[in-house]
């Protein structure tokens, strides 16, 4: 029976889509509500996530000044975020198999719930902090839980529509804590976040469980029900059922990857490409960028809200462009390549804005040159750097080590993205200019890598992908 290995995901200490790609039961019309009712109950989780990323921006300056913060203590207010998601990143896998899919996004929906409450109330930096820790938990734990269920639960004709909405929806939750943290203050905004963790705490006991779950802890039962559930209830699922008992039984006696695979010479390629990818994506300064927008706007002179607004319009039609129209017809290199190239004049732009102002030089025009490269940027961000290297990621891993090398990249991305966070607001007393310069010279350095070591993988199984890269 066909298998194809961009399908068989599973791992160490976490789990992965467990995915069919060919399926033999037909999908009714009926099907689809409940699919589309699970994905987007499943999306609240992705929209939290972006309201928990874009929360710090529009809020910087109500925080500093109602609590008496420095931009020391307000950068590790905006950064812990990271530490929270890496802890959440890490336990996501075990915690996902123990208590399922659902089981999963109703604890991440609680532990976020509860760090917002703690924002609200909070009185001073400790309390802040811890809050912003537990939502970044929460974050790190949907960052996984939310594709995965996603993936196991759609049929394969709807399979990928669906998982664009993941990405689609981070940013429309992101956008929203521009656009509504415009008229509302820091603490009623952190009220907002609270809301799609309702909405995704009781949604989930309205919808099926992942069949492929059931199935692996053995509620045999429950994985039928919940399959003919999601197919329809008119709809043949007699094949699909037994191929994904044959696959999860092949899937049970497939060798488990350790550490020590990953920087095996015929591995090595992988692994560079992928962290790398992921350092990149990171170290351009986009969380840097997202953090604190409305401060480079006041430090440029140009108006924080008109430029978030412009802003988050722009990043969800962009992402939206990108995720459903690009990325199939024009390839991933070419994306790539052609984000970092624009990420690199957005640099400049904002770069010299800065030095403009220092200088007081061309003072009438340095506004627009702030607010139109940070769209650039942001705009250059989102058709390519935002999503793609996690398809290629994706891609690239041999079956046997995706678990374990999955694992890695998405630690250094959480990393990295916390790191950047943490330094930005010392790089700007530094050195305004300067701080979009070194991210500029690290665009460079990206377009470097990406053309040298990057593989087209448009149009191409895993076999002939992993075989291009030996």
């Given at each position: ?197 309702v909405v995704l705490f009781c949604g989930t006991w309205f919808i099926p469980e992942s069949p492929r ?239 040298k070591l990057v593989p087209e993988t448009k149009g191409r199984t895993l076999e002939e992908i992993q075989?291009?890269?030996?």
């Amino acid at each position: 029976m066909a298998r194809r290995e961009d399908d068989v995901e599973k791992m160490n200490g976490k789990s992965e889509p467990l995915l069919l790609p060919e399926i033999g039961s037909d999908v009714s019309e009926e099907a689809s509500w409940m699919v589309y009712l699970s994905t987007f109950i499943a999306v609240c989780g992705s929209y939290e996530f972006g309201t928990c990323v874009g929360y710090s921006a529009p809020t910087q300056f109500g925080i500093m000044e109602e609590l008496n913060l420095s931009y020391s203590q307000f950068s590790v207010f905006g950064s812990i975020l990271n530490v929270g998601a890496v802890f959440g990143a890490i336990t996501s896998g075990k915690i996902t198999d123990f208590i399922g899919r659902k089981g999963a996004m109703r604890l991440a929906s609680v532990i976020s719930a509860i760090g917002w409450l703690i924002i609200y109330f909070a009185k001073g930096d400790v309390a802040l902090d811890f809050g912003r820790f537990l939502t970044g938990y929460g974050c790190g734990t949907l960052s996984f839980v939310v594709p995965v269920f996603i993936a196991e639960i759609s049929p394969k004709k709807l399979r990928g529509a669906l998982a664009t909405l993941n990405q689609l929806f981070i940013v429309i939750g992101l956008a929203s804590m521009f656009l509504i943290g415009a008229v509302l203050n820091w603490r009623t905004l952190a009220l907002t976040g609270v809301a799609p963790c309702v909405v995704l705490f009781c949604g989930t006991w309205f919808i099926p469980e992942s069949p492929r779950w059931l199935e692996m802890v053995g509620r045999h039962g429950d994985f039928e029900v919940a399959l003919q559930k999601l197919r329809g209830s008119h709809a043949n699922i007699t094949r699909e059922a037994e191929e994904i008992k044959e696959y999860l039984a092949t899937l049970a006696h497939l060798p488990k990857a350790t550490a020590w695979d990953l920087i095996d010479k015929k591995n090595i390629r992988f692994v560079i490409v992928g962290v790398g990818l992921m350092f990149f994506q990171q170290f351009v300064g986009i969380n840097g960028v997202i953090f604190y927008a409305q401060q480079i706007f006041v430090s440029a002179g140009a108006s924080p809200t008109l430029g978030s607004i412009l802003y988050s319009i722009e990043q969800v039609v962009l992402t939206a462009l990108g995720a459903t129209l690009l990325i199939d017809r024009l390839g991933r290199r070419p994306l790539l390549l052609a984000s970092a190239v624009g990420m690199l004049v957005g640099c400049l732009l904002i770069g010299n804005s800065f030095l403009l102002k220092a200088n007081g030089l061309a003072l009438d025009v340095i506004p627009a040159l702030a607010v139109s490269g940070v769209l650039v940027y942001i705009g250059s961000f989102s058709i390519g750097m935002g999503a793609i290297p996690w398809v290629i990621m994706s891609e690239i891993f041999p079956i046997n080590l995706k678990g374990t090398a999955g694992g890695l990249v998405t630690v250094v991305n959480w990393l990295s993205s916390w790191l950047v966070s943490f330094t930005f607001n010392f790089l700007m007393i530094w050195s305004p200019h300067g701080t979009f310069y070194v991210y500029g010279g690290v665009c460079v350095l990206a377009i470097i890598f990406i053309a040298k070591l990057v593989p087209e993988t448009k149009g191409r199984t895993l076999e002939e992908i992993q075989a291009m890269m030996l």
